[in-house]
């Protein structure tokens, strides 16, 4: 690929979405109550029509993904029998970890667990033994098997078009067995490319807004520095050159030993916690949390709350969070599809589905389950934090009741630091990649200039929204943002499958030549 074709701009990517994006945030600036009152309609108008399509989707992404582990597909390799990894198993489960939910699982951790035993649906007592259980299944429906389902989905028919078929690396080229190469690499690709760029930025924009949140509440706690605009402005500047110099060094360099370091220290602090934690109590709602989320995982993920008309309770947290995973799908799998070459559908599904699912279990339990304990022993009261000093604080109270929390606040701050980096390094890196023009499976780095704007554009859209309508308006954008992604996704099932159905026939056909 030569330099002029390296750098060129995919115009009918680029521009529609960056007007958009642009366009919201001077629109807020100017009137933000007009533009929260739109965003408000669009979403209760989205959550009131289609709340059951994200749930029956989801579930769907699960059922294929499960089968697809199970059945002949499991060993179809991206790029062919005889392409050879280019990462480490340790190294490519760290990318696609801190790629995927790196900033949301430390903003999260105890936020949700809290949250839901304070505030849990279907008429349960708050704080009762019912809510323990209901807080830890839904926590785990959120954060482990579902997310990596609804991210592989698209991941799958783009590295087989792309890898074994040789698609430019776009996410129409994911269309590729559905609709043939004509319309995946046509004007329909770019729109769909398009369309997804901009519910991308919706989706990071929530991200990026939660945590700069969480950043600056953590200055405030080992430092003077309080919450303001101006500190949340320098925050999110921070970031944006973080994540800059990483994109400078590439995914091999930066991003491949970030996130390596970034889980070494995950896996230090939940060590640390479950040592000097109640360990009984969180082993225990280990084995019953995630027995209880095993066999209610129907139940839980078609609660709509029918029954009970007056409450929302789904809309602003199932609904909401498969509409903001639905947001990254496209992207994410662009991302897992550059870190997946030479690996089969088992081992894809294995590092990329389950072993992350399992971290979710471990991390949550671990820091969920302290919490949850803290708080029904009396030995912090982090349910009235949240209110109080909002979500971003949930963490750092947490930390304040364990041994060494001045210590465990900072160290951890360098995890949000680093798990920022991470994601927003490899989102920005894939929207770079679909705004360039001809970028291929050969092509190693999208140009930097681009990472540079769009995390410049998107940092600059979640700063307007935490500064006028909080976490609940990065939210609503999010949820707006994505509703076109969800049909996309179901062509993306249907492609899925007809692609490795294909293939599997060619490489049948193939035996039976070789043994004519």
Not at 130 to 154: C, G
Request: charged letters at 10%.
């Amino acid at each position: 690929m030569n330099e002029k074709k390296k750098f060129r701009i995919n115009h009918v990517v680029f521009w529609p979405p960056f007007i958009v994006l642009v366009g919201a945030v001077v629109l807020s600036l100017i009137n933000n109550e007009v533009f929260t009152q739109a965003v408000n309609a669009a979403y209760d108008w989205i959550a009131e029509w289609f709340d059951w399509a994200y749930l029956l989707v989801a579930f769907v992404c699960v059922v294929v993904l499960l089968f697809a582990l199970c059945s002949p597909w499991r060993n179809i390799r991206f790029g062919g029998k005889d392409a050879k990894p280019k990462f480490s198993v340790w190294q490519w489960f760290s990318m696609s970890l801190c790629s995927s939910i790196g900033i949301g699982i430390v903003f999260w951790g105890i936020a949700e667990p809290i949250q839901l035993l304070a505030a849990p649906a279907e008429g349960i007592e708050p704080f009762s033994s019912e809510a323990v259980m209901f807080s830890m299944s839904n926590t785990y429906l959120h954060w482990t098997l579902t997310i990596y389902a609804i991210y592989i989905i698209a991941a799958i028919p783009i590295g087989l078009a792309v890898y074994n078929y040789k698609q430019n690396m776009t996410i129409g080229s994911g269309l590729y067995f559905l609709v043939g190469e004509k319309r995946s690499t046509g004007t329909l690709s770019k729109w769909v490319d398009a369309l997804c760029v901009f519910a991308l930025a919706g989706g990071i924009a929530t991200s990026m807004g939660q945590g700069i949140l969480q950043i600056t509440a953590g200055f405030g706690y080992v430092s003077p520095i309080e919450p303001s605009t101006f500190v949340w402005l320098m925050v999110a500047v921070g970031i944006v050159v973080a994540f800059t110099l990483s994109s400078a060094t590439g995914l091999n360099k930066g991003m491949n030993w970030l996130s390596s370091q970034n889980v070494k220290m995950y896996f230090i602090v939940m060590l640390f916690i479950l040592i000097v934690g109640p360990t009984t109590y969180i082993l225990k709602m280990g084995v019953q949390g995630t027995g209880e989320y095993l066999q209610n995982f129907i139940h839980l993920h078609s609660y709509l709350g029918v029954d009970r008309p007056e409450e929302d309770w789904a809309k602003w947290w199932t609904v909401f969070y498969w509409a903001v995973w639905f947001s990254y799908t496209p992207v994410a799998g662009i991302f897992l599809t550059r870190i997946s070459y030479g690996r089969t559908i088992k081992q894809f599904l294995l590092v990329n589905m389950i072993a992350p699912a399992v971290f979710g279990i471990l991390w949550f339990t671990i820091f969920g389950g302290t919490a949850i304990e803290m708080q029904l022993s009396g030995a912090s009261d982090i349910a009235t934090a949240l209110e109080t000093k909002g979500l971003e604080s949930a963490v750092f109270e947490f930390f304040q009741s364990l041994p060494l929390g001045t210590i465990l606040i900072v160290f951890f701050l360098i995890i949000i630091i680093i798990s920022f980096v991470t994601t927003a390094d490899s989102m920005t890196s894939s929207i770079a990649i679909l705004t360039t023009s001809g970028f291929t499976a050969e092509d190693s780095e999208p140009p930097l200039y681009q990472k540079v704007m769009w995390g410049v554009i998107m940092g600059a859209l979640a700063w307007v929204m935490i500064c006028l309508a909080g976490v609940d308006g990065t939210k609503m954008l999010a949820t707006l943002a994505t509703f076109p992604i969800l049909f996309i996704v179901v062509m993306f099932i249907f492609s899925g499958i007809k692609g490795m159905n294909r293939i599997l026939e060619e490489e049948k056909k193939g035996k039976l030549e070789e043994g004519k």
